[in-house]
């Protein structure tokens, strides 16, 4: 009975490079969220995507990020051209539907920019 | 600033002793939840209070709502070393994607033995 599981639990880049984080939802989930955390700070929402579909990305930065939610496999978010503002905790929720259920969190990929 | 800020930013208490901390928000909701965050751990979902509710408990945790002051509450009783923890007030809005979460700044406790 796993919950969300996120990988890698720490990645670190350099600046310009690619990362890709990865989160697989909960069985049985078929939306999920994105946010970052900052040091000391909540947790900012980012995207949220049913599968195959984005369904809100006001969160996101235009440029440099994406997400994806394909109709198998994990749901990846990837941030192109790294720079070092992009360091934070990115955290993935999933939730089964719309109705009054709460998002179950994942423990997180702590993404650092050298 | 943030849809839901914390007060206070962080609370030092002794075992046993009773923790209560407030969250403000500024837009109407759907409901408000407040989840706890470990150090280095994901957010573990507390307990969800409807716009339309006013009071509600689950074990040692009582949260209310006033969306008059756009204000809520939660009350950790008898608290344990274990709760020590940050704890998040998150909105869901009114209109628009109710899964949308907006959360608070936080308030750090901290239960020593």
């Not at chain 1, 890698?8 to 939802?25: D, I, K, M, T, Y």
């Not at chain 1, 089964?96 to 998002?103: A, C, F, G, Y």
């Not at chain 2, 009783?77 to 869901?92: K, V």
């Amino acid at each position: 009975n796993a919950g969300v599981m996120q990988n890698p639990r720490h990645l670190v880049r350099r600046r310009g490079q690619e990362a890709r984080l990865r989160c697989s939802p909960m069985k049985g989930h078929s939306h999920v969220y994105w946010y970052r955390q900052l040091p000391e700070e909540g947790l900012k929402f980012m995207v949220y995507l049913q599968k195959e579909n984005i369904i809100d990305e006001s969160g996101m930065p235009k440029e440099r990020f994406s997400a994806e939610f394909p109709k198998e496999g994990p749901s990846i978010l990837r941030i192109q051209q790294v720079v070092r503002g992009d360091s934070a905790a990115y955290f993935c929720a999933s939730s089964p539907d719309l109705t009054l259920k709460p998002q179950h969190f994942g423990d997180g990929t702590r993404l650092s920019i050298l | 600033s943030q849809q839901g800020e914390e007060d206070p930013q962080a609370l030092s208490i002794q075992e046993g002793e009773n923790a209560t901390m407030n969250c403000s928000y500024k837009t109407s909701i759907n409901n408000l939840q407040w989840y706890r965050q470990n150090s280095g751990r994901g957010l573990v979902h507390l307990i969800l209070i409807r716009s339309n509710e006013r009071e509600k408990h689950s074990g040692r945790l009582r949260v209310t709502l006033d969306t008059s002051k756009k204000s809520s509450s939660l009350l950790i009783t008898a608290s344990r070393a274990a709760d020590t923890a940050s704890y998040f007030c998150a909105t869901a809005p009114r209109v628009g994607t109710a899964s949308k979460l907006t959360f608070g700044t936080g308030t750090r406790l901290q239960v020593t033995l």
